[in-house]
């Protein structure tokens, strides 16, 4: 066989990495083209269910009006409890439609960036702990609880959440916020600790924040665990703060 030059031979593998190269890139391009679609289908969805759920909460607020001016109340309270099971509904669907965009959108992040995000302990440790939060929806309120066996109430649920991730709160609601470090609501992201029903000792609820103004928490004897909106619960009993939990 007759063996080639390494003047003939260089240019020629010179060319096929030149042709792999290209190859790679276009199917690079068509997947992004393809993560880009699909991420493009997810906003919609999001803005759809959003709007789904605005318009819930405004058939829930005339429903909740009207019912204190019914002669015969429970029909209108079975819509309103109807309507509010749909809210419920609602915010798990956005929530699970926004993971799923923050998966497209860091499959799209150069490999430089997404090093960089993944290094964002506080991001990553608040979208986990949402994910953990949302699995215990329709768990049980008790007093005193913090375990899905026995349920749970406010900061037992925060504090059962948060030891999955290896963080350890205490279980009262004002302490919670002492040893948290607080942020303005501002700055509010997925996983951060909502403080409502302001004490001479601190704060008497606790919830975790969801995102779109929306938290999940273990309200009261009687209901279970569920999406709450803040301003709601901020206007029925009063706003505290915020924090957000960090491995130390």
Same mark, same amino acid.
């Given at each position: 066989?007759?063996?080639?030059?390494?003047?003939?031979?260089?240019?020629? *593998? $010179?060319?096929? =990495?030149?042709?792999?190269?290209? &190859?790679?890139?276009?199917?690079?391009? &068509?997947?992004?083209?393809?993560?880009q679609?699909?991420?493009?289908?997810?906003?919609?969805? *999001?803005?759809s269910?959003?709007?789904?759920?605005s318009?819930?909460?405004?058939? *829930?607020?005339h429903a909740?009006?009207a019912?204190?001016r =019914?002669?015969?109340? %429970?029909?209108?309270?079975?819509? =309103?409890?109807?309507?509010r099971?749909?809210?419920e509904?609602?915010?798990?669907a956005?929530?699970r439609?926004?993971?799923r965009i923050?998966?497209?959108?860091?499959a799209?992040?150069?490999? &430089?960036?997404? +090093?960089?995000?993944? /290094?964002?302990?506080t &991001?990553?440790?608040? $979208?986990?702990?949402?994910?953990?939060?949302?699995?215990?929806?329709g768990v049980?309120?008790t007093w005193?609880?913090d375990?899905?066996?026995?349920g #749970?109430?406010?900061?037992g %649920?925060v504090? #059962? @959440?948060y030891?999955q991730?290896?963080?350890d709160?205490?279980?009262?609601?004002a302490?919670?916020?002492? @040893?948290t470090?607080?942020?303005? +609501?501002?700055?509010?992201?997925?996983g951060d600790l909502?403080?409502f029903?302001p004490?001479?000792?601190?704060?008497?609820?606790?919830g975790?924040? /969801?995102?779109?103004?929306? #938290?999940?928490d273990?309200?009261?004897t009687?209901?279970v665990?569920r999406?709450?909106? @803040?301003?709601a619960v901020?206007?029925l009993?009063?706003?505290v703060?915020?924090?957000r939990?960090?491995?130390s």
């Open positions: 066989m007759r063996r080639l030059s390494p003047l003939l031979l260089c240019p020629l *593998l $010179a060319c096929a =990495a030149l042709a792999g190269n290209a &190859s790679v890139a276009r199917a690079s391009g &068509s997947l992004r083209d393809a993560v679609a699909r991420l493009g289908q997810e906003r919609q969805a *999001l803005a269910l959003l709007d789904d759920r318009r819930a909460e405004r058939h *829930l607020q909740e009006s019912l204190n =019914a002669a015969d109340p %429970f029909p209108l309270e079975d819509k =309103a409890d109807g309507l099971h749909a809210i509904h609602e915010s798990g956005i929530a439609v926004r993971r923050r998966g497209l959108q860091d799209l992040r150069p490999p &430089s960036a997404a +090093t960089e995000f993944f /290094t964002q302990q &991001s990553t440790l608040g $979208a986990d702990a949402v994910l953990i939060a949302e699995r215990y929806l049980r309120y005193g609880g375990t899905p066996g026995d #749970f109430d406010c900061s %649920f504090r #059962f @959440v030891a991730l290896g963080i709160l205490p279980h009262y609601a302490s919670q916020y002492d @040893v470090r607080h942020v303005g +609501t501002a700055d509010l992201e997925p909502v403080f029903e004490h001479s000792d601190g704060p008497g609820h606790v975790i924040y /969801t995102g779109d103004g929306y #938290f999940v273990a309200p009261y009687g209901a665990v999406f709450d909106k @803040v301003a901020a206007k009993v009063g706003f703060g915020a924090s939990p960090a491995v």
